[in-house]
């Protein structure tokens, strides 16, 4: 399955946090990469999304997968 940084970027989907290892390398120093754990844990029950498209964002800051190589 191909990572679709765009759908994640934008909201469509998270990804399980046993899954980290399939977020893109760009995802590593993203100031915009959340992760959201329910109070009980168990390894799927928290998830990584992307908080790039909030309307209420705090910050103006380009992420790193927007910046040119």
């Known amino acids: 399955m191909t990572f679709d940084l765009t759908g994640f970027r934008t909201g469509q989907f998270s990804l399980p946090g046993s899954s980290r290892d399939e977020l893109p390398s760009c995802c590593d120093s ?35 997968c927007l910046q040119e190589p």
């Not at 029950?45 to 705090?58: G, I, K, V």
Request: proline share 9%; net charge negative.
């Open 30 to 64: 993203c100031i915009y990469l959340a992760l959201d754990e329910a109070f009980v844990c168990f390894c799927d029950a928290s998830s990584y999304f992307c908080t790039y498209s909030w309307p209420d964002r705090l910050t103006d800051t380009p992420a790193p």
